[in-house]
């Protein structure tokens, strides 16, 4: 479906939007429209939208995450799933897809030492800049609901890719 629509990176980060769509969606994709976080053109993910994700994620060779994208992700599913036994539900049903993304640390002092991101970082916090730092040193793709963070990566060169230009292929 999406061969020929969509430029697929080797590898690619993902940012929180993404790996939220990815997890609640590997979990039960019934659930995707409770994540308050997910949404597209205004209203809330679904199946479909997780079934576009996940093949565009079968098309690259390497998913990359940092230690701060997956807290982010984990706080904001905390938030929007009250019931134990579903985040745990969740938790375990995730565990063999998050053993196969990388997770990549970037340092606070790679992030201040960083020419532009030394004097910028203030501007859009520690968990973005180590995604950029991430995604340039490791020749990797930025996948993002976040248009500031999709501006950035563009500006510095950076390839970056929003959710909403894959997620939109739902409207074909």
């Known amino acids: 479906m999406l061969k020929g629509s969509v430029k697929f990176p080797a590898r690619v980060v993902l940012d929180t939007g993404p790996f939220l769509l990815f997890l609640?969606?590997?979990?039960?994709?019934?659930?995707?429209?409770g994540i308050k976080r997910l949404k597209y053109d205004g209203g809330p993910c679904n199946e479909v939208h997780y079934d576009i994700l996940m093949q565009y994620l079968n098309h690259t060779k390497e998913r990359i995450i940092t230690p701060g994208i997956l807290s982010?992700?984990?706080?904001?599913?905390?938030?929007?799933i009250s019931n134990k036994k579903d985040k745990k539900e969740l938790f375990d049903s995730n565990i063999r897809y998050l053993e196969q993304i990388?997770?990549?640390?970037?340092?606070?002092?790679?992030?201040?030492?960083?020419?532009?991101?030394?004097?910028?970082?203030?501007?859009?916090?520690f968990a973005d800049s180590s995604i950029i730092l991430?995604?340039?040193n490791n020749s990797?793709?930025?996948?993002?609901?976040?248009?500031?963070?999709?501006?950035?990566?563009?500006?510095?060169?950076?390839?970056?890719?929003?959710?909403?230009?894959?997620?939109?292929?739902a409207d074909l």
């Not at 982010?72 to 929007?80: G, M, P, S, V």
Request: net charge negative; with cysteine.
């Open 140 to 169: 990797a793709c930025v996948l993002t609901q976040d248009y500031p963070l999709f501006n950035i990566c563009r500006n510095l060169g950076i390839e970056a890719t929003h959710l909403s230009s894959i997620l939109s292929l």
């Open 72 to 80: 982010e992700a984990w706080n904001l599913i905390d938030n929007d």
């Open 134 to 136: 991430c995604a340039r």
């Open 102 to 125: 990388n997770e990549i640390y970037v340092t606070k002092n790679e992030i201040i030492s960083d020419e532009y991101l030394g004097s910028n970082a203030w501007k859009f916090g």
């Open 24 to 33: 609640a969606g590997n979990h039960d994709p019934e659930m995707i429209p």
